[in-house]
């Protein structure tokens, strides 16, 4: 690789292989409708918490599936869970369970800290 | 003196039983709260006793909620509960009178035709015959109905039948059982004895012609004694164990306690005192219109006291409160709910996680203990997950206005408000204009009652550096929680409130516009805060008001509700297409609500226009100028501060 010149960015590097899917797999459980998300971005156009902070659903989305929880767990105390984002998704995304599910299991994994 | 064997199933059972309710009482009295203790202390000497003995008669023997729901339903129920109840009145004066002794043991009266087979002698003793089996009678008249209705559930009027666990069914069975034979074993033994009434009596003279009477009886009092011994031993497992413990209910809500904060004694005994009679079943939308039924009051009831998960079932749930109106044990359905969700994970629910994705460390107990009470806090790293909110206080003035986050969604609505404080001359300050923050009552929803504090607090600052008088929303939902969960002193008004006294103090001006409109009752506004009147007193001033099949306190949920994380789309789409063809079947060619969310979830499904009422009275202005189709033109965000 090095003699292309070609490096490897620490920061935006995203191991699969290294990170933690069981959050999502939970969430993939308990809100199916979860895979339906096109990432569009509705819900952080109109998200209340995105008006004050970066906060965005679909952030939350991404880094779930990605399976970086440490980003997660900083990032979803944030939601205000008003729901404006799910009267918009145009996917019908439960959005508002994905939130608490998160929540709840990280209580669960944080407890337990394994 | 005869001791018969098959009294003994029966005592087995009526000792255990009552040992059982004793204890339960008493533990539950330990565990009630000081001042709690105090009251019902202070109920048992007082008024609330008399009251509670009254209640107890009306709704636990005559069932007269059941009747007012469902008279047919109702008769069932009285003809088993007040008929049973008379069955051992009058079966104690009768052993007391005409038996060997007075105050006989319990199973003197409960098998008396046993002890005393011969014929009645004397005016009294044939009245008392007379009335047993007339008793008897009506007792059968309801356990026919019962038989009837758990095959047929339709001739009762319910459209869903409420499912039972094995427990309950054997308990039923032997509910069942019970009357019956009692019934062919004073037969027989009347028959032996050329004794009884006119339905044991005539029963027996029948039967003994194609029966040996003497061989016959013995084994029906057993049955008899074994049924009820059975039902009472099954008690304290089944759904019946409603009956002693609604008594002990009634008496504590009269002493003035009622559903805390907290999983408190009340709410336990709230839990036990559910009879599972479908009743809430059948006032559910989730039921009636999507086909849910796994998440009713009942079975949350029946989970939590078979201490299952409850987690999916719990969070499953409108929160109408159509359940809570029409209970007819009074249960506090939606608080009660409201107290799981908010209990912190149980031990059930982490093994319910901890089965599908971690068996490992689950099996080698590698995991550390779970903690007791509480978890690692999750919100961050600053402590508090809000602290991101910054403290701007606005413009200050008498009148505050807070849209609310699903106002927000429907800006029609603030630019009809705008205007209304226009036409009426109010000077007001916006609250949430910009970088508005959620009131806190979804939060609250979700049981997250910290969370929920800390935008309360928030808002309640803003409000506070407002210096406002009275606090306006077009919101329902916030509207509940500013009223319920802000201290903050000012008064609280929906817009349809406010717009009422504008009109009332002669500051709003309105003409008759001679539309016809249906009012729709938000959940929140009607049966969560009681507002019923002020929308409709505003819309009979500019329009012709139509009545709704499910208004006021049965008023219908629209779908959209916050109270439910679980449900997705296609549940709430045929929750929202039943009510909104309900309220197109008023006739009205405009469906009328105060609610953005409703309005919202409510445009794709109806075919009639939906409008806020903020909207209609906009339409009804006198002058042209500040009407809503000029208030459309200007953007939402101008600012008319003078």
């Known amino acids: ?114 | 003196m005869r001791i018969e064997l098959f009294i003994l199933p029966f005592n087995i059972g009526l000792w255990f039983i009552l040992v059982y309710c004793v204890a339960r009482c008493i533990i539950w009295f330990r565990d009630l709260s000081r001042p709690d203790k105090l009251r019902l202390q202070r109920g048992f000497f007082g008024r609330a006793f008399v009251q509670s003995l009254r209640e107890i008669f009306m709704e636990s023997l005559l069932h007269r909620n059941i009747f007012r729901v469902n008279p047919v339903l109702g008769y069932m129920h009285m003809s088993l509960a007040f008929g049973w109840f008379l069955l051992i009145v009058f079966g104690t004066i009768e052993a007391d009178i005409f038996g060997d002794s007075h105050l006989n043991p319990p199973h003197k009266a409960i098998f008396f035709r046993f002890y005393h087979p011969e014929p009645a002698s004397g005016r009294v003793e044939i009245f008392f015959t007379f009335l047993m089996d007339l008793i008897l009678a009506f007792i059968l008249s309801g356990l026919l109905l019962a038989i009837i209705k758990r095959f047929r559930s339709k001739i009762a009027g319910l459209k869903k039948s409420a499912r039972h666990t094995f427990t309950d069914r054997v308990a039923l069975v032997s509910l069942w059982m019970i009357f019956p034979s009692r019934l062919l074993a004073e037969s027989f033994t009347s028959a032996q004895y050329g004794s009884g009434g006119f339905l044991t009596g005539n029963l027996g003279a029948i039967l003994v012609a194609i029966m040996p009477a003497q061989q016959m009886a013995i084994p029906f009092w057993w049955l008899y004694s074994i049924s009820l011994g059975t039902f009472f031993i099954l008690l304290p497992r089944t759904r019946y164990l409603h009956i002693p413990v609604e008594l002990f209910l009634i008496f504590m809500r009269n002493s003035g306690i009622r559903t805390g904060d907290r999983s408190g004694t009340f709410s336990d005994v709230g839990i036990h005192s559910c009879s599972s009679c479908g009743i809430c079943l059948n006032s559910c939308q989730m039921a009636l219109s999507a086909g849910v039924t796994h998440m009713q009051p009942l079975y949350l009831h029946k989970e939590i006291r078979e201490s299952r998960e409850i987690n999916g079932v719990a969070f499953n749930c409108l929160m109408c409160g159509r359940c809570e109106e029409i209970c007819p044990v009074g249960l506090e359905t939606t608080a009660i709910r409201m107290i799981q969700r908010r209990e912190p994970l149980t031990g059930n629910d982490m093994l319910g996680i901890w089965k599908g994705f971690m068996r490992q460390a689950g099996a080698t107990g590698n995991g550390k203990e779970i903690p007791a009470n509480g978890f690692t806090d999750v919100s961050g790293t600053n402590g508090t997950s809000f602290s991101y909110l910054k403290k701007t206080p606005g413009r200050k003035s008498k009148v505050a206005f807070f849209a609310g986050c699903m106002t927000h969604l429907t800006p029609s609505v603030i630019r009809a408000m705008e205007s209304i404080f226009r036409e009426a001359g109010i000077d007001y300050t916006f609250i949430d204009r910009e970088k508005g923050v959620c009131c806190g009552r979804p939060l609250m929803l979700a049981g997250q009652e910290k969370e929920a504090r800390e935008l309360i607090n928030h808002n309640s600052f803003l409000i506070g550096e407002s210096e406002a008088r009275i606090l306006v929303t077009p919101c329902p939902i916030c509207y509940k929680v500013f009223s319920e969960s802000y201290y903050s002193g000012l008064e609280v008004m929906h817009h349809s409130q406010y717009i009422d006294s504008l009109i009332t103090s002669g500051r709003l001006r309105l003409k008759y516009t001679g539309r016809s409109v249906v009012w729709h009752d938000p959940c929140e506004l009607g049966r969560g805060s009681g507002v019923y009147d002020e929308p409709r007193n505003v819309l009979r001033h500019i329009a012709q008001l139509c009545k709704s099949l499910e208004e006021k306190e049965m008023g219908l949920c629209c779908g959209g509700s916050l109270g439910n994380f679980k449900s997705g789309r296609e549940v709430r789409r045929r929750i929202t297409e039943d009510a909104a063809a309900i309220l197109v079947s008023s006739g009205a060619s405009t469906i009328a609500t105060g609610c953005p969310l409703c309005k919202k979830t409510f445009t794709p499904a109806s075919e009639i226009p939906v409008r806020d009422i903020a909207e209609l009275v906009t339409d009804a202005f006198y002058t042209v100028s500040n009407a809503s189709f000029v208030a459309d033109l200007e953007p939402a965000t101008m600012n008319i501060e003078k």
């Open chain 1, 1 to 114: 690789m090095n003699r292309f010149g070609f490096t490897i960015t620490k920061g935006r590097l995203i191991d699969y292989d290294a990170n933690d899917h069981s959050l999502a797999e939970i969430v993939m459980e308990q809100e199916p409708s979860l895979a339906l998300c096109i990432a569009c971005g509705c819900c952080g156009a109109t998200c209340t918490a995105g008006g004050h902070t970066g906060f965005s659903l679909r952030r939350i989305n991404l880094s779930l599936k990605r399976g970086e929880n440490d980003t997660l767990r900083q990032e979803i105390a944030r939601c205000m869970l008003c729901g404006k984002c799910t009267m918009l998704c145009p996917m019908g995304v439960n959005t508002r369970n994905i939130i608490l599910t998160v929540r709840n299991t990280l209580k669960v994994l944080d407890g337990y800290a394994y």
